[in-house]
């Protein structure tokens, strides 16, 4: 089992730019979320999905979309990059119990 | 709306020593999980613990214990006899059970253990 995969682990956009973050687990479950971290702010919530065709907005969704066309994949993406998304980004998934996140994608915007 | 809160930012502990960290939380359901997870150099979220809200009891793994205290909306992680390799981020976060199941977490607890 590879558990959550992200990719890329790291990425430089320039303003404006747009970009997808890749999200893929191979657990079978149900609920996917999208975090991100900022330094000394904790993780906040960006999106989150419940299932295949259901997603819907977190604490911090403006300048993001997702889709969630299968179990296994929820793409986030950036349409226009700007500095303050610079961030790390996690995903995680979870069959309602515990989670699995992750290993994060570091995303600078200049 | 569920809250936590980690009231400390940074501690700077002395190896050997032990070390509380500190958490409470805000929840209007009766039912829900608290974690710790823990966020070394690398980066990586690393889980510690989950407990259940119907599970008072304490909770000892090795150098490391819980203490949740429904009265007090506390989930404190306690090491002892820390190490170096204890230095990390250490994050509480809060569960509500339900549909979404959604994770929200306290801003972390930046753990320096010095040799």
């Known amino acids: 089992n590879a558990g959550v995969t992200q990719t890329p682990k790291f990425r430089i956009l320039k303003i404006g730019q747009s970009m997808t973050l890749q999200c893929t687990q191979d657990?079978?479950?149900?609920?996917m979320y999208w975090y991100r971290q900022d330094p000394g702010m904790g993780l906040k919530l960006i999106y989150y999905?419940?299932?295949?065709?259901?997603?819907d907005k977190g604490e911090v969704p403006n300048g993001y979309n997702v889709s969630r066309s299968t179990t296994e994949d929820f793409p986030l993406r950036l349409e226009l990059a700007a500095p303050s998304q610079t961030s790390v980004y996690f995903c995680?998934?979870?069959?309602?119990?515990?989670?699995?996140f992750g290993s994060g994608t570091r995303l600078t915007v200049v | 709306a569920q809250k936590v809160t980690q009231a400390q930012t940074e501690i700077s502990v002395v190896e050997k020593e032990d070390v509380t960290l500190d958490c409470v939380y805000e929840?209007?359901?009766?039912?829900?999980?608290l974690f710790w997870y823990k966020q070394p150099p690398s980066g990586e979220l690393v889980f510690l613990i989950r407990?259940?809200?119907?599970?008072?009891q304490n909770e000892i793994s090795g150098r490391y214990s819980w203490n949740f205290q429904k009265s007090t909306s506390s989930f404190n992680f306690t090491i002892t006899a820390s190490q170096v390799v204890d230095s990390a981020v250490y994050f509480c976060?809060?569960?509500?059970?339900?549909?979404?199941?959604?994770?929200?977490f306290g801003k972390g607890i930046t753990l320096s253990v010095r040799p």
């Open positions: 995680a998934s979870t069959p309602g119990y515990g989670y699995t």
């Open positions: 657990m079978n479950h149900n609920y």
């Open positions: 999905s419940v299932g295949a065709g259901i997603t």
């Open positions: 929840t209007r359901d009766t039912t829900y999980y």
């Open positions: 407990r259940n809200s119907f599970d008072e």
């Open positions: 976060a809060l569960s509500e059970t339900g549909a979404n199941s959604k994770l929200t």
